[in-house]
């Protein structure tokens, strides 16, 4: 009790550093980005400032800025020169991402881990994350199952060393780990976007991917904001199915979910600050209202101490700069 014990004791200088519980690293850190194949510049994408979609030819380069900074791992996502009702162009020996693997793990090899985001709505003319029924305008779950399986074999045939499937179909996970199994990739570990929210806050990523859908939207197969004990049993499939890694996509507004999650399962989890909350940090820090640096770093120190192990943000670069340096 106040006044033998008082907390601000530890608050000073040097000695705050030694009982801090928590910290930030260059190691925690994914950086995503998006490779496309329509265009042969760089090209902006205007509501997040600082991102580009890169031309496939210069996905070595994009992979390069992230590996010249200390940062482990990339994150791509496909943009391809066509989309059809099936997604056809998402397994393709020669289709965006795998050229954009094979480019990269070459330059690489085993010096930068290369995630692969497997879905199917950025190949997909309807934007869907699957196999759509036009009548009745339903994402069929056991048609693109198998689907999913070829994608993730031919991600692993091009060099990805973790594939990562984002589209929340039921028995996507199983259906994977048969998959890469049978076609000799059982050391491929799978990092499953488990507890993926239907979130307001992808907005922005849609002009980036260019992945908005022509009906409807993704409500029902993502999960409802409103729930947490779903996440646990949505979880709790993923890893019974063979998930080696686990995510939380958003981050902020879903900190308590990270925190059950890591809490439940003890997994290697990942949290991914999404196209929004960069967009809004980036927006606020542009009109002068917060200092751009110290809150992309304190929001993903948040997402350490509720329990993340890594880190997917677009901020990634600037992170690590701003880490050699503290
Ligand atoms: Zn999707």
Redesign the pocket.
């Known amino acids: 009790m106040f006044p033998q014990t008082r907390m601000r004791r530890l608050r000073y200088g040097k000695l705050k550093d030694m009982v801090r519980e928590n910290t930030l690293t260059v190691n925690d850190l994914i950086y995503p980005f998006f490779v496309d194949e329509t265009t042969d510049k760089k090209i902006d994408v205007a509501s997040m400032p600082g991102v580009s979609r890169w031309p496939l030819a210069q996905a070595v380069d994009a992979a390069r800025e992230a590996y010249d900074l200390g940062i482990p791992a990339v994150l791509i996502f496909g943009i391809p020169k066509t989309k059809d009702a099936e997604g056809k162009s998402a397994y393709g020996d020669d289709d965006v991402v795998q050229a954009a693997v094979r480019a990269i793990k070459a330059e690489f090899g085993k010096d930068l881990i290369v995630i692969t985001d497997l ?4 190949y997909t003319d309807h934007g ?2 699957g196999i759509v029924n036009f009548e009745t305008h339903d994402v069929v779950n056991d048609l693109t199952l198998p689907i999913l399986g070829k994608i993730a074999v031919s991600h692993a045939k091009a060099g990805a060393d973790i594939v990562a499937p ?3 179909m039921d028995g996507m996970i199983e259906a994977i780990r048969s998959a890469l199994d049978e076609n000799g990739f059982e050391n491929t570990p799978i990092m499953s976007y488990s507890s993926k929210y239907a979130s307001v806050f992808y907005g922005p990523f849609r002009d980036a991917a260019d ?1 908005g859908f022509c009906f409807g939207d ?1 409500s029902e197969y993502q999960m409802d904001p409103a729930n947490s004990d779903e996440a646990i049993r949505e979880t709790e499939l993923d890893v019974l199915e063979g998930a080696d890694m686990l995510m939380v996509k958003p981050g902020m507004p879903y900190l308590d979910i990270v925190y059950r999650i890591k809490q439940e399962f003890g997994l290697p989890l990942a949290v991914y600050q999404v196209s929004g909350e960069y967009a809004m940090i980036k927006a606020a820090a542009a009109n002068g209202w917060l200092d751009e640096e110290k809150a992309f770093y304190e929001a993903c120190l948040s997402m350490k101490r509720a329990g993340a192990d890594m880190i997917i943000t677009y901020y990634a670069k600037e992170l690590a700069m701003i880490l050699a340096e503290k």
């Open positions: 879905c199917m709505c950025e869907h994350c984002s589209g929340m992945s993704r």
